[in-house]
């Protein structure tokens, strides 16, 4: 089983919504059973925590439901059983780098490498914005989701 973890800070907005957008691709795909996609955070600020409500909302807009999420915390282990870790935005990136053993460092990346066509490296944070923030990173979020399961499935022909 081909295993995604998606990254940012508080897991509330972006990863869950990322974790999200995969699960449905993977769903209308034949794939969730096998493909497993999680999110989590750099930081515990909001640990144990649903979506934020707007997150929620745009996602369900889209008939993707994030309601059953609760945030968690990167752990050490995290960099051991995943083989695609995805931070939205350098600055997560940079704090897995710093905590990621060596080894383990390969599985690494930001989520929008996998979508170059959008011209833009990070998937920005709405939580301090309007609507339109949350519908415009479902938007990317979606496009570079399609673009990573067809990586996924050129590495690994079985998932």
């Given at each position: 089983?081909?295993?995604?973890?998606?990254?940012c800070?508080g897991?509330?907005?972006?990863?869950p919504?990322?974790?999200g957008?995969?699960?449905?691709?993977?769903?209308?795909?034949?794939?969730?059973?096998?493909?497993?996609?999680?999110?989590?955070?750099?930081?515990?600020?909001?640990?144990?925590?649903?979506?934020?409500?707007?997150a929620?909302?745009?996602?369900?807009?889209?008939?993707?439901?994030l309601?059953?999420?609760?945030?968690?915390?990167?752990?050490?282990?995290?960099?051991?059983?995943?083989?695609?870790?995805?931070?939205?935005?350098?600055?997560?990136?940079?704090?897995?780098?710093?905590?990621?053993?060596?080894?383990f460092?390969?599985?690494?990346?930001?989520?929008?490498?996998?979508?170059?066509?959008l011209?833009?490296?990070?998937?920005?944070?709405?939580?301090?914005?309007?609507?339109?923030?949350?519908?415009?990173?479902?938007?990317?979020v979606?496009?570079?989701?399609?673009?990573?399961?067809?990586?996924?499935?050129?590495?690994?022909?079985?998932?």
């Amino acid at each position: 089983m081909v295993r995604v973890l998606f990254v940012c800070m508080g897991n509330i907005c972006r990863s869950p919504t990322a974790e999200g957008v995969f699960a449905d691709l993977l769903r209308r795909e034949g794939l969730i059973e096998h493909i497993h996609v999680d999110s989590a955070g750099t930081h515990a600020y909001h640990t144990g925590s649903a979506p934020d409500p707007r997150a929620q909302a745009a996602a369900l807009r889209r008939g993707i439901d994030l309601r059953t999420q609760r945030a968690r915390q990167v752990s050490d282990d995290d960099f051991e059983r995943f083989d695609y870790i995805l931070a939205m935005d350098h600055e997560n990136l940079a704090l897995l780098h710093d905590k990621c053993p060596e080894q383990f460092a390969h599985k690494l990346g930001l989520l929008l490498g996998y979508a170059p066509h959008l011209g833009i490296e990070e998937v920005p944070d709405p939580y301090y914005g309007g609507s339109a923030g949350f519908e415009r990173v479902l938007d990317m979020v979606q496009e570079a989701s399609e673009a990573l399961l067809r990586d996924i499935r050129a590495r690994h022909p079985a998932g």
